[in-house]
């Protein structure tokens, strides 16, 4: 058996703190890796990260979100092995997965909402405080579940999207 993909699902909620109804809400996502020469105990700069696809993929959408009304967005997304920078330390292979998602929401009579935000994905369990551990590539397929998220960068917000 070969490892092949790695699989993140995830969930994401999205509340509409405003006093007007926003619609269409749009998710958009991809799953890449920072270049191998990147340490896997930090989080990558910005300037080290792989430039993102012009658009990303859309994922979700909604027709509308009340004033209010809060949803969660549950999807999964899949990296090709292939197309990662497996980062050498000592005799193991680690993958530390990156993560892109824009969120844009339309607005009645007004410029849309829009909010990038970068993430990078890793292991909670043997991190020091404050950071996440990479995956090794080296011990074959097998599933966690002790896996956070943390931003990059700040994201962009054009108005501001909460």
């Known amino acids: 058996m070969a490892l092949a993909n790695v699989h993140l699902r995830y969930r994401l909620a999205v509340t509409n703190h405003g006093d007007a109804p926003l619609g269409p809400v749009i998710l958009a996502a991809e799953m890449t890796s920072p270049p191998a020469t990147t340490p896997p105990a930090t989080t990558p700069p910005p300037t080290a990260l792989p430039a993102p696809q012009s658009q990303l993929a859309e994922r979700q959408s909604l027709t509308t979100l009340a004033p209010g009304a809060r949803v969660e967005i549950t999807d999964e997304l ?7 920078e497996a980062i050498a330390l000592g005799g ?8 892109r998602l824009r969120v844009e929401a339309g ?3 007004q410029p849309p909402l829009s909010l990038r ?6 292991m909670v369990e043997g991190a020091a405080a404050g950071h996440l551990s990479p995956f090794r590539l080296d011990l074959g397929p097998h599933i966690r579940t002790d896996v956070a998220a943390k931003p ?3 994201g962009f917000a054009e108005n501001a999207l909460h």
């Open 107 to 109: 607005r009645a009579n």
């Open 92 to 99: 193991a292979r680690m993958l530390v997965p990156l993560v």
């Open 152 to 154: 990059v960068e700040r």
């Open 117 to 122: 935000q970068d993430y990078v994905v890793g």
């Open 78 to 84: 899949r990296l090709p092995l292939g197309l990662t």
